[in-house]
């Protein structure tokens, strides 16, 4: 089975540009998530989705940065204007949260290393 | 938001059975406990999860005692290719999926 995939691997722009990370969950999950994680800071959950519907973005940094679920299989995360201090490995995890599958872990995909310069 | 509580590093020699402890004092009721494993330039990977008492799969153990406030991910027989930060995570009401710092283990030869 596919794993949660994300892409591009790694990402190196000027500051002031936009920056679009893209991730494809894995079939059949229904909940989607963003990471960012740095040395200084560790872990951090930006938002999470349920069925392509945002609950939770108290950890989206800022206004320059929006995220989106189109469709069950596709979510972007978008910078604008980008930052260096926005220089991160980006995460993006999936898992099923339905009442059938009770306590599926999240699977995460392996990252977008983002540079800003 | 509540977060968990880990060591911050942890070293080892191979063969040895090495036990690292989250705390999680705010645990509600109907929350889980999750462990994962992290190697460089990858993501976060499952090991394990529980609700209560002991959880054992084919590369780890996971003990919950009664009142639930902490949780010990046990690997047993480390090897080097164990080195990786291990993380404990709380889902549910109270923690959300927040992760804690994690615990950077080293093992040695």
């Known amino acids: 089975d596919a794993g949660v995939i994300q892409s591009p691997r790694h990402e190196v722009t000027e500051m002031g540009q936009e920056v679009t990370l893209r991730c494809k969950p894995i079939?059949?999950?229904?909940?989607l998530f963003w990471y960012r994680q740095t040395m200084m800071r560790g872990l951090e959950l930006l938002i999470y989705?349920?069925?392509?519907?945002?609950?939770?973005d108290s950890g989206m940094p800022e206004d320059r940065f929006s995220a989106k679920m189109p469709n069950a299989s596709f979510s972007t995360l978008k910078i604008q204007p980008s930052e260096p201090r926005d220089s991160a490995v980006y995460f993006c995890?999936?898992?099923?949260?339905?009442?059938?599958?009770?306590?599926?872990?999240?699977?995460f995909g392996d990252g977008t290393r983002l540079s800003i310069l | 938001l509540a977060k968990t509580t880990q060591p911050i590093s942890m070293d080892s020699y191979e063969g040895q059975e090495v036990n690292i402890t989250c705390s999680h004092n705010?645990?509600?009721?109907?929350?889980?406990i999750t462990w994962y494993q992290q190697f460089p330039s990858q993501g976060p990977r499952f090991i394990i999860q529980g609700y209560k008492t002991k959880v054992t799969n084919e590369v780890a153990s996971l003990f919950i005692p009664a009142d639930r406030k902490s949780s010990t991910l046990s690997l047993p027989r480390v090897s080097l290719s164990d080195t990786a930060v291990y993380y404990c995570l709380v889902v549910g009401r109270t923690y959300k999926y927040i992760f804690g710092t994690g615990t950077r283990l080293k093992v040695l030869a």
């Open positions: 705010n645990i509600a009721t109907n929350d889980y």
């Open positions: 995890a999936s898992r099923s949260s339905r009442r059938s599958d009770s306590n599926q872990p999240q699977h």
């Open positions: 989705f349920n069925n392509n519907v945002p609950i939770d």
């Open positions: 079939s059949g999950h229904n909940s």
